[in-house]
């Protein structure tokens, strides 16, 4: 949000990326789409895609109605093969600092914006089913949290 208390105008189109594509920037392209819809093109890569998309990020994103049992992994090196150029987005959203650095240096030729958006890694986190559910809520509400506060609580309440 704007120090006037006004929301930015949405993007034409944004990147998400992380380490793996398979927990937070899934997680926030699935998201984002469901609260923005078409307003603005979104996708999301990896910096490796050597993971498929994590169980514990289905479960919890099901509970708010977004789904992400169809998202399939891809690497930035993969993104142009399915048709999508980097140059073509107006704004990256790095969810680790890997995929920040890795952005930085693919975007050196491009006047593109690229911002660190510090969300948590909720893998590894938890000794528990229940402990582990937890870590990936809180990553959700993190996400939810971040796009809502810059773009407005969007078409759909995603805490149904």
Known sequence: ???????????????????????????????????YGTDCYIQSVGVKNDMEIDGFAITVCAEIGVELSRHRSRSFDEMEDWGDDLSSFDLVLALSPASQRRALDLTRF???????????????????????????????????????????????????
């Open 110 to 160: 491009y006047h593109l914006d690229v911002e660190y958006w510090p969300i948590l890694d909720p893998t590894g986190l938890g000794d528990s089913r229940a402990a582990k559910l937890d870590s990936y809520r809180q990553t959700r509400d993190q996400i939810i949290a971040r796009l809502t506060d810059r773009w407005g609580p969007g078409k759909a309440d995603t805490h149904d």
């Open 1 to 35: 949000m704007a120090n006037d208390g006004t929301y930015q105008a949405l993007p034409q189109s944004v990147l998400f990326c992380c380490d793996h594509n398979a927990v937070r920037s899934p997680m926030a392209e699935g998201i984002m789409k469901k609260l």
